[in-house]
């Protein structure tokens, strides 16, 4: 893990440096608050970071401060020559996350390390779960319908078409109850990932929930949508997921389509819309695209 260390004191730094790098991290020097922030700005993924309170030109309180507006799972241990619940406190107040007086004791660096890494890496987890589903990374429901919100606001403003596709998996019980479970989560894997090869990079592709997926896609008209609808359909019946070196498990999907229209007063109908016309694929036999407007 990327740690940088923010001292003026060239002896502190050199210290710190052998040690963390003992320790296996991977060590990014400052002098000042202004080389920290620039080495923070050209290290996106640096989130450990171990600095000194008084500093020349931005001090370690301003830094810290800097950093977390743009990244609050940042996390700092400062290290400090002044003592004093007092200082603690101001420093803990004004957003870092750990506070230690100097003289510092190798041992007790350590384990206060242990704790900030343990809590970055939760943090992570947690904020990645937030977003994505973590059967099969793509968006998850919250995430793909605040995606379609935005997108609404977005074509109202700018008179812009939106379409979306709800996409089911045709008769995913019976792959469930002749192949198990473990398959059956294979085959939504497997599914996700040969969709997501057919998409632009501004559709937004999440799980809606169980076999139900629903893709979001912006400045898309009818037309277009429904090339995409059938290049999925068609991608998905042609694309069987290998179970070994002999079998294949063929599956097929039914996908509902619709459009924005100017009757359309919020999300919900189009969903509504496109929920119906998945049904309507369903019931004319599945491996099949319906599509539903409105006049
Ligand atoms: N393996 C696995 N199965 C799931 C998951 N989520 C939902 N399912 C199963 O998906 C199945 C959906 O079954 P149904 O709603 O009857 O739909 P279907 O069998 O696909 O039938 P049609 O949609 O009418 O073609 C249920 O058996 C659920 O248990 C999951 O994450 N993993």
Known sequence: MKVLVADDDIVIQSLLKNILTDWNYHVLLAKDGLQALQLAEDNPDLQLFIVDWSMPWLDGLAFCQKVKKRDRFAYFIMISGRSGTDN???????????????????????????????IIEQERRLSYL???????????????????????????????CLSILFIDLDHFKQINDVYGHLVGDEVLRHF?????????????????????????????EIQGADVVAERIR??????????????????TVSIGLT??????????????????ATYQAKQQGRNRVATLITE
């Open 88 to 118: 603690l406190v101001a420093a803990m107040d004004q957003g870092v996350d750990d506070f230690i007086v100097k003289p510092l004791v190798a041992e007790e660096l350590r384990v206060r390390l242990r704790v900030g890494k343990k």
């Open 130 to 160: 937030a977003q994505y589903d973590e059967l099969t990374g793509i968006w998850n429901r919250r995430m793909v319908l605040q995606w379609l919100q935005n997108e609404w606001i977005r074509s109202q403003r700018e008179k812009t």
């Open 192 to 220: 996700c990932t040969t969709v997501s090869q057919q998409l632009r990079p501004y559709d937004y592709f999440g799980r809606y929930g169980g076999e139900e997926f629903i893709l979001v896609l912006p400045n898309t």
């Open 234 to 251: 068609k991608v998905v019946q042609e694309n069987p997921l290998k179970l070994d070196a002999q079998r294949k498990l063929s599956y």
């Open 259 to 276: 459009v924005k229209s100017a009757e359309d007063t919020d999300v919900k109908s189009l969903i509504q819309r496109a929920d119906a």
